[in-house]
C-alpha cells in the first residue's frame, strides 16, 4: 500500500518508519525544509529507541522517503495526519490538524482517504468530516488513535493491544467499510484486535484510555501519601494491587505526578468538554489538582526529615525529562518539583543525562519571569554529573527514573555532601547502600528502614 504521512514529528516518525517496516511505500511530509533535509541523511529529531535503526532500514530499502511538498503524496492510498496539537500555551487544541485535513481536501490529487492519528477531543473529527464533505464529497475521514508511550513507541506500535478505527459514515457491517478495509490492511501483518468504531467513540477511547491511566497513577500517589501517614509501604501495597488481574500492576508506581505531552493535557481537557456539555464529572476533576500537589507533598516530607524549611538548602535534583528514556521534559513533574523547591527558597543543582541544558532553561525561565510559585525564585545550576550535583547538597531529590540511579556510587557521594537526606520520587535508589554510606532515604514519604520486610513473587 501506499501511504502518506503528514507531519514528521513523534508520532509521524514511529508511524512512518513502522508502516515502512511492515513493507509498505511510506512518504513522510513535513513543511520543516530543514527537518526533511537531516530525515533523508537518517538524522532523527526525537530520541527514541529503535527508531534509528528503522528510519535507516526504509531508507535503504526504498520503502520509506521523505518529502517537504504535498505534490511528493499525490497518488498515495491514503494520508495519515500525524501533526501535533498542542497550541503555544502547551494546550490541547485541534487547529493544525483542522487546517491540514482542509489542504489535503482542497487538492483532488491528495488522497481521498484522510485518516487523523493526532489524538482529538471527542467530537473534533465529526465537525472536521462534515466540513470536508463541504470541500469534496468524496473525502472520507477515519480517525486511528496511536496508544504509543515515548521510549518505548516502536515497541508499542509493532505490538499494540488494540488497534482503533473510527470512521466517518460507518456502515451497517463497520468491518465492510473501503476505509475501514483499507486501514485493516495497513495493520494486518500486526494481527491485534481491532475495533472498528464511529469517529467520536474512537477519539473517546484515546483519550479516556489516557485519562484512565492519569487516574491509576494520581489514586497510586494518594495510596503512597496514605500509606506513609498510616505506616504502611507504599510499593507493597501496589505490588499487592496489581496483582489482582482486574487491576494489574502498570501505571500504579507512585511518583512525582505524571507528565509529558498527553495525560497533563488531556486530564485538563476532558473534565472541560465534559462542563461545556453540561456533565458533572468530580472524579475527572480531581486528577489534574491531585497530580501538580504531589510536588509540595515530596517537598514537605523533605522538610519533616530535615527538620527545617527548605530555604536556604542547596537541592541536586537528579533528573529532569518527565520519565526516563525520553529527553522530553514537556509538563515534567521534575520540573514542576526544581520549581516548587526554587519558590520555597531552595538553591537547585540540576543533572539529567538527556536534556540538561533545555531543562535548566525551563527552571530559569519560570524564575526570571516569576511563574506561579516561582516568583522570585534564582535560576538553578547545572552539573555534570550525579556526583557534582549531589556535592554540597543538603539533600538529594530523585526526580526520574533513570536506570543509573539505581546504581549510584552512594560511599562516594555522601562524604561529598553537606547534608543527609535523599528524597527518593521514584523509588530506585539502592536504600541499603545508601543508609550504609550514612544517608537517611526518604522513598515516597516513607523512611528506607519500613521497606526491609518487602518480598513480592
Ligand atoms: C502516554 C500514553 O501512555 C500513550 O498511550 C499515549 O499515546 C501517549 O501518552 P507517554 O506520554 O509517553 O504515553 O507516557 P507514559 O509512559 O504513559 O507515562 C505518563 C506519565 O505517567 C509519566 O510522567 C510517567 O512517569 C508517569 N507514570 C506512569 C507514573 O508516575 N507511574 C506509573 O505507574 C506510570
Known sequence: ??????????????????????G??????????????????????????GLDELVAEGLSNGHLDFAGEYAAIAGSDLAIVCVGTLDPAEEWDGEVVRATVRDLAHDPRLPRWIVIRSTLLPGTARSIAA????????????????????AS????????????????????DAGGDSLAMALRDAYAPL???????????????????????????????????????????????????????????SFLSPGPGFGGSCFPSQARALPLLARRHGVQTPLMDAIWPSNVSQADWLID????AAGRPVAGMRVALLGLTFKA??????????????????????????????????????LDAAASEGAEGAEGAEGAEGAEGEAAACRGADAVVIATEWPQFRYLDWAA??????????????AVVDAPAATAAGLRVIALGVEAAGAALRAVG
Open 24 to 49: 509498505h511505500r511510506v512518504t513522510c511530509l513535513d513543511i520543516d525544509a530543514a527537518r526533511v533535509a537531516r530525515l533523508r541523511i537518517g538524522d532523527l529529531p526525537v530520541h527514541e529507541p
Open 301 to 304: 516530607g523533605l522538610e519533616r
Open 131 to 150: 466540513e470536508t464533505r463541504a470541500i469534496d464529497g468524496s473525502v472520507r475521514i477515519a480517525h486511528n488513535p496511536e496508544f504509543t508511550r515515548e
Open 191 to 249: 494481527d491485534a484486535p481491532m475495533v472498528v468504531t464511529d469517529l467520536t467513540s474512537a477519539e473517546t477511547i484515546k483519550v479516556a484510555s489516557n485519562v484512565f491511566l492519569a487516574a491509576k497513577v494520581t489514586f497510586a500517589n494518594e495510596i503512597a501519601r496514605l500509606a506513609a501517614a498510616t505506616g504502611a509501604d507504599a510499593q507493597a501495597v501496589v505490588d499487592g494491587m496489581g496483582l489482582d488481574t482486574r487491576i494489574g500492576r
Open 413 to 426: 557521594i555522601a562524604p561529598t555532601m553537606r547534608g543527609r537526606i535523599v528524597v527518593d520520587g521514584r
Open 1 to 22: 500500500m501506499r501511504i502518506a504521512i503528514v507531519g514528521a514529528g513523534y508520532v509521524g516518525l514511529v508511524t512512518a518508519a513502522c508502516l515502512a517496516h511492515l
Open 153 to 172: 513507541a516502536v515497541a508499542d506500535f509493532l505490538a499494540p493491544d488494540r488497534i482503533v478505527i473510527g470512521i466517518d459514515a460507518p456502515a451497517a
Open 325 to 362: 528514556g525520553t529527553d522530553d521534559l514537556r509538563e515534567s513533574p521534575a520540573i514542576r518539583l526544581g520549581q516548587a523547591l526554587q519558590a520555597r527558597g531552595a538553591d537547585v543543582a540540576a543533572y539529567d543525562p538527556l536534556a540538561l541544558a533545555a531543562g535548566l532553561a525551563m
